[in-house]
């Protein structure tokens, strides 16, 4: 049956015939669907003024239901959206929409050759067989017609309908709820219900996801002698935020607090000023939170010097520079060991660096470098175009990998324990390809695969942390392409490609933060003057949703997701923002800097529980810049030295690195020109420099061992 014409322009016009119209229409064309013409008349529907915001709050793990509050007899069906995105027809594995009988039309605008195709729901509950109803055409109007075929527009534009999709066999239940199976914190955030057709009435639901505590505490053990301080420290996420108490040998010590024995930063350190052999024992940690507990234990032993164990090869930097390999103790501010160009590969008695002819010296030349469960750490050299691999217990190089020509970025995937090696085929990138080091912790026996992706300029594969410790997907992006493509980090497959190209963005860098989980997407400027907003995309359902307000530069996400810090190396702005328990974004201030951020660290408070401090270093000044993140004030560590100078490494990276000690530590590294210097994050102050080394590409923290 060809379209059915809804009438002329002059005819829509006059309001009061519309109704008229489709009605001998739809009883032309279905004279037995008596209740679609029920469709057309008025409905009524009502929203309690307590129910125009609904909170709700689920334990992470579990299921939940969303209840719309909105009535109504004739009510059509509830359409449900996340982020201004409808739900019921993306196919999430996680999120049902419930739909009572349900079409949805695949629409495409023939006149508009540019405009993409449309899903459109379809309520027909009594219309089996067949289908007919009045809708709207992508960019067009209201049409009537049926499916297949034609529809005429009365702005005389033409839809065809392309699809046809019936759900009226999904069991999505019958009160029109939105069911989220397994919620996590990529869940939380804002949910909105209206009836289809009826827009301007919507409920809103925030769900908020409570996660029980997760502990780690340092040192597990410790030694030491009568008379010296000591401290235990534990640290505790989780929604809401854990308190903390501390028990030793089963006795909580708040009731034993003296000069002696005090609790810092929230109760997430337990000092004792001075030590004696009584003090020997079990301390343990406990958080709780209104969902759960978790607890650990950290033991101290007061004994002789003499019985003391020997050095720990933890709890060290690694420096690869341009005369090798140095391993820097911060505590001692010294070289605990260096492995020297010519010294060789355990496995293959090759040299660490070859030498090459005509050169004088023997210099190093390193690009990326990881840390592999603090057991291996896997280092790129890309004029050798291998990357070797070194043993954190006997401080050697164990093994070299031969890999694309020349490697410029490793990321180690610790879900699936591989690392992840991008080669650019030369410096010009014109020959990239991306490969994968599988059982990357097991020190030997890896495999190498090459995957089927072409023309990849970059990747990113999200972090894990104390709560989030599984990642099931990755990003490429590819050269002078407006998109990231979505990979399954276990089948190295790609999933999805999600496309930037209305927002003109080709992106540079990625962040995430799985606290309503959000990607921020740092975009590549066409000149060296413009500047293009971050976009964000929520990886719920894998859409864009805009920019980040106005924030630009490049994000990095603190280590419990709750902050982001963006700066750019051109401009002159630091833009702090806070995920908040609801799962929204919010700015917490923009502050001036002097331009040419070069990198960029987190450090755990030593002062204040469950909160971060971040650390910059300039391109061009030798300051170190200081920020604590929950009140905005900023300072500059000086005395440090000019920062490294000539051109940047062709392969990327920072000019000038700067490297945190993990969880618990207090130290960072960062080099000069030809020395490193340390700087001691809990007293803010200069640590020491330790000279000698020149050239320092990559620096890997590595704790305990």
Known sequence: MDGIPVGSPADLDRSQQVPALLTRALQAAYPTAG???????????????????SVTTVTVGLSTVLTCA???????????????????????????????????????????????????????PEVSNQLSLALLCPGGKGYVGDSPGSLTLHSHLICA????????????????????????????GNYTCHALGHEQLFQTHVLQVNVPPVIRVYPETQAQEPGVAASLRCHAEGIPMPRIIWLKNGMDVSAQMSKQLSLLANGTELHIGSVRYEDTGAYTCIAKNEVGVDEDISSLFIEDSARKTCLSVGNVFYVFSDDGIAVIHPVDCEVQRRLKPAEKIFMSYEEICPHREGDATQP??????????????????PALNRV????????KVLQSIGVDPLPAKLSYDKSHDQVWVLSWGDVHKSQPSLQVITEASAGQGQHLIRTPFAG??????????????????????????????????????????????????????????????????????????????????????????????????????????????SVSNKGPWLHVQEITVRGEIQTLYDLKISPGVSD??????????????????????????????????????????????????????????????????????????????????????????????????AVVWVGEV
């Open 35 to 53: 209740s679609v013409v029920a469709l057309l008349e008025v409905i009524q529907l009502s929203l309690a003024p307590e129910d125009e915001v």
């Open 456 to 565: 990849v300029d970059d990747f990113f594969i999200p972090p894990t942390n104390l709560i989030i410790n599984h990642v099931r997907f990755g990003f490429i992006f590819n050269k002078s392409d407006p998109a990231v493509h979505k990979v399954d980090l276990e089948t190295l497959m790609p999933l999805k490609t999600i496309s930037l190209k209305h927002h003109s963005c080709t992106p540079k860098a990625m962040a995430h933060t799985h606290l309503g989980g959000y990607f921020f997407v740092q975009c590549r400027q066409d000149t060296p003057t413009s500047t293009s907003p971050q976009l964000l995309i929520d990886s719920v359902t894998d859409s864009v949703l805009g920019p980040n307000t106005d924030v630009t530069g490049t994000p990095h996400v603190s280590p419990d997701g709750r902050f982001i810090v």
């Open 600 to 697: 960029l660290a987190f450090q755990h408070s030593f002062t204040e529980g469950n909160q971060y401090n971040a650390y910059a270093t300039l391109d061009k000044e030798p300051d170190l810049l200081f920020l604590e993140l929950s009140t905005g004030k900023m300072g500059r560590l000086k005395n440090l030295k000019e920062p490294p100078t000539g051109p940047a490494p062709p392969w990327g990276g920072p000019r000038r690195i700067l490297r945190d000690s993990g969880l618990f530590g207090q130290y960072l590294l960062t080099p000069a020109q030809e020395s490193l210097f340390l700087i001691n994050g809990r007293q803010n102050t200069l640590r020491c420099e330790v000279s000698g080394t020149k050239g320092a590409a």
């Open 364 to 381: 190093c030349q390193w690009a990326s470098a990881v840390n592999v469960r603090n057991r291996y750490i896997y280092v790129a050299q």
């Open 70 to 124: 909105i009535r109504g007899d004739l009510r059509p069906p509830i359409i449900w959206k996340r982020n201004g995105l409808t739900l019921s027809f993306l196919g999430l594995e996680d999120i049902n929409a419930a739909l009572r009988s349900m079409f949805t039309l695949v629409l495409s605008s023939l006149a508009y050759a540019m405009m993409p195709p449309q899903a459109i729901p379809l309520w027909a």
């Open 161 to 188: 309908v392309t699809q046809v999709i019936s759900n009226a066999e999904k069991d999505f239940g019958e009160d029109d709820s939105l069911y989220i199976t397994k919620v996590t914190t990529i869940h939380m």
């Open 388 to 395: 070797l691999v070194v043993d954190v217990q006997a401080q």
